[in-house]
């Protein structure tokens, strides 16, 4: 299988290299995967489920290993011995789908600053990084509240902070918009979009076709334990018969460009990601084609 | 659930735990310590005072969190006042009124009164989470800990677990009759079997996720004027202790 970003392999921050890995019961988990993440870089896994995403995560983060292949991180093989599983998750942080199974303590303040004390930290330092994952995802007024009262969206904020309170430069979501309302799911994409400001590489798992297409740089087409496609979302269009394989359609506004541009209203180099984008360019914002917001 | 309101939503809420601790357990010392029933009963009433008009757990609140631990007390109180005699020579057993009975009762049922609203003070202004670090910082088991901590957390993920499971059965008309309600509940047991020790396993991934290789630490909930709070309450402590000894 040839990756459409190959050529860029030295940029590569996580890599998995022809990977296979079966789970104990026989069936498949992955089967010859291959798959790039670049540093800095916007990552959406898509594939129905059962596809391997969530085996891809896992091997993210050394919590499954390689049964033929490897997984790379910044060049190197991943070690998977005690110190080097630990420089791993230290890097690569992971929130699970469901929050319920990722919190431990029933305080906000306490299920933070439990990633952090695990890398060795002292109190003082725990203490302000728990304060500043909190302040990115917004959840500085609930410090002090307890787990079991807040909303699934905020459990799922209070996740995300107690990852990045262990300051990862990847970030690794399992279906992060799974459960949420079209309000918390602008709110949590505003939180993404500021830690990818902050440099923090993301890689998230989604069914949302419209949105991957929106949202990521790379999109990471995945089918029967295996990466069919690395692409840049751009290009998306060109992935059509792939996608309906998976039982996919095209993201909604790539046949609307389609169909204004055989009619003359937009050009070919026109290539807005979202209706709103599309909106923008009929109105006469021109500049915003192409661009990212 | 009614505890877990009023220890989140009371006045009281940001008083350090060390203080509210300390007093609660002043309280229980004057409960046992009361020479007389009055003094106990006395003291009782002062904590739930404290309770009440103090950190402002509304009283109907109060009543019904105490009210089944009233009716164990009350229970047991009955029966003290009562004797099983044995009849040495018709072998029969009589149950009699006890001629110090009452004495006992009083004196029995007025201190467990005393800590019984000691008890309900902690429990009714600390969250569990002030609690369980409060026990950290005095050097507590962390196996004891880590065990409250993660049980303490289930309790709500079961809690819905079940909910959402009686709902589901529900609605299929799962206790619709008596033999239905009887396999359903069977299968909820099974059901929740099966979610606990896959729980479980979740999160021993997600501790690893977190590299985490042990012990369980968390950082420490911070109370503003702790020192303060302590004095104050070890002064009201000591007040009830004085009370007890004082009433003779």
Not at chain 1, 154 to 172: D, N, S, Y
Not at chain 2, 60 to 80: D, K, Q
Not at chain 2, 207 to 213: F, G, I, L, P, Y
Not at chain 2, 230 to 237: D, N, T
Request: glycine content about 8%; overall charge neutral.
């Amino acid at each position: 299988m040839t990756l459409a970003i190959a050529n860029r392999w030295t940029e590569a921050l996580l890599a998995l290299e022809q990977v296979g890995f079966s789970y104990p019961d026989g069936s498949i988990g992955l089967a010859d995967c291959s798959l790039s993440i670049l540093r800095g870089s916007r990552n959406a896994l898509i594939g129905a489920n059962g596809s391997g995403k969530t085996t891809v995560f896992q091997h993210t983060n050394g919590l499954l290993r390689p049964q033929a292949g490897e997984v790379r991180y910044a060049g190197q093989a991943i070690d998977y011995s005690r110190g080097g599983l630990r420089r791993l998750r230290s890097k690569v942080g992971m929130v699970f789908q469901n929050p319920d199974r990722q919190l431990f303590s029933a305080s906000v303040l306490e299920d933070v600053s439990f990633g952090p004390f695990n890398l060795g930290l002292d109190s003082t330092t725990v203490r302000d990084r728990v304060a500043a994952a909190l302040q990115a995802v917004g959840m500085s007024a609930f410090a002090d509240k307890a787990v079991h009262h807040l909303s699934f969206g905020q459990k799922k904020r209070v996740c995300i902070a107690g990852v990045l309170a262990m300051e990862p430069e990847l970030l690794v979501l399992d279906e992060p918009m799974a459960g949420l309302d079209y309000r918390m799911q602008e709110e949590l994409l505003a939180v993404l979009d500021g830690l990818h400001a902050r440099g923090i590489t993301l890689l998230l798992a989604t069914h949302d076709i419209d949105f991957a297409y929106r949202w990521a740089d790379q999109i990471h087409l995945m089918r029967a334990g295996s990466c069919t496609a690395s692409l840049d979302a751009v290009h998306l269009a060109e992935y059509a018969g792939e996608l309906s394989a998976q039982g996919l359609p095209l993201p909604a506004v790539i046949p609307l460009q389609h169909g204004l541009t055989a009619r003359g209203l937009l050009s070919r180099e026109q290539r807005p990601r979202s209706c709103a984008e599309l909106l923008a360019v009929l109105e006469g914002g021109q500049s915003a084609a192409g661009a990212r917001p | 659930m009614l505890i877990e309101q009023s220890a989140y939503a009371n006045r009281w809420r940001k008083v350090s735990p060390a203080a509210k601790g300390l007093f609660s357990l002043c309280g229980f010392v004057a409960a046992f310590a009361a020479a007389r029933p009055e003094a106990a009963l006395l003291i009782a009433a002062l904590v739930a005072l404290s309770t009440i008009a103090g950190a402002g757990v509304s009283p109907g609140h109060y009543l019904r969190v105490a009210l089944p631990a009233l009716a164990f007390l009350a229970l047991g109180c009955i029966s003290l006042a009562f004797s099983l005699d044995l009849n040495a020579a018709t072998g029969a057993i009589a149950l009699q009124f006890a001629p110090d009975g009452l004495d006992k009762l009083a004196a029995v049922g007025a201190r467990s009164l005393g800590a019984l609203a000691a008890l309900l003070f902690l429990a009714l202004t600390t969250p569990l989470i002030d609690l369980v670090a409060l026990l950290r910082r005095l050097k507590a088991p962390e196996a004891l800990l880590e065990i409250m901590v993660l049980c303490y957390r289930m309790l709500f993920v079961f809690s819905d677990a079940v909910h959402d499971t009686l709902t589901a059965q529900s609605a299929r008309l799962g206790y619709a009759t008596p033999r239905l309600a009887m396999r359903s509940l069977g299968g909820l047991a099974a059901n929740l079997t099966l979610q606990v020790w896959e729980r479980a396993h979740a999160l021993h991934v997600a501790a690893q996720a977190r590299n985490n290789d042990g012990p369980l630490r968390f950082l420490e909930p911070r109370f503003e004027q702790t020192t303060r709070a302590v004095g104050i309450a070890a002064m009201a402590g000591s007040g009830l202790i004085a009370l007890a000894f004082g009433l003779r």
